[in-house]
């Protein structure tokens, strides 16, 4: 419920701004307006981010330690699991967006996007990025390689477990309950990574907007 909620969001972020550009033609945006969409569009997907790890290692309970499921997912620790996810994903946007104020920009700025995106933001600023830089590498290091890194080791153990079953009813049934949690990890991870480790190529910027509409929409929608 979380999950689906932080999505509508997400999509909410973005989605509608985008659909009234098309719709009228006009296509500004004030500085104001751009700061707040960034606020809750890293707000939002850092959400997505942390949902999906917890949503991993639930599927690792279930399946590698079925009898003690109730137990050790019990409500005290999904609820805890959540409070840390929305800490943590509103520190780091508030951090980003503080940053991103002491940056200078000309009148007016074109952003190549349809929407404004941190690292294309950071490109377009007139004054020094290096420590924006830092920072967002950073926290793409720490807030998604550590999260990205627990899901690989969840369903390396989970895929460990379904080749123990001996029966192949037995093994779809486990696969089966993780099979569209997976597609959306694998989805969400390698095209919003594509998009923050090609941000150094400003020639891709059209390969970027597709790549952020794959999770930026199509992504909550599955």
């Known amino acids: 419920s ?54 991993a290692y639930d599927r690792f309970v279930a399946i590698c330690n079925p009898l003690h499921f109730m137990v050790i997912m ?38 190549p996007h349809f929407f404004r995106e941190l690292n294309k933001m950071i490109q377009l600023a007139c004054s020094d990025t290096f420590l924006n830089n830092l920072v967002m590498y950073f926290a793409t290091v720490l807030l998604v390689g550590a999260p990205l890194t627990g899901i690989l ?9 379904i080749r123990r079953i001996s029966s192949a009813e037995g093994k779809y049934k486990a696969f089966s309950t ?14 919003g990574l594509g998009v923050y480790l090609s941000s150094a190529a400003p020639q891709s910027s059209h390969l970027s907007a597709v790549a952020s509409v794959m999770y930026t929409v199509v992504t909550p929608i599955l």
Request: glycine share 2%; aromatic share 12%.
């Open 74 to 111: 019990n409500p005290r620790l999904c609820g805890l699991l959540v409070l840390v996810s929305w800490i943590m994903s509103t520190l780091h946007s508030l951090l980003e967006n503080l940053m991103m104020s002491q940056l200078s920009f000309c009148t007016e700025v074109e952003i």
């Open 153 to 161: 080791c969840s369903y390396s153990k989970i895929v460990s477990s």
């Open 2 to 55: 979380n999950l689906s909620f932080v999505d509508i969001c997400f999509t909410s972020t973005t989605i509608p701004k985008m659909l009234v550009n098309i719709q009228t033609q006009r296509k500004a945006i004030t500085y104001e307006s751009c700061i707040m969409q960034m606020y809750f569009f890293i707000l939002f997907i850092g959400l997505d981010n942390f949902l999906l790890t917890v949503m």
């Open 178 to 191: 993780c099979a569209s949690h997976l597609s959306v990890v694998s989805l969400f991870y390698c095209t």
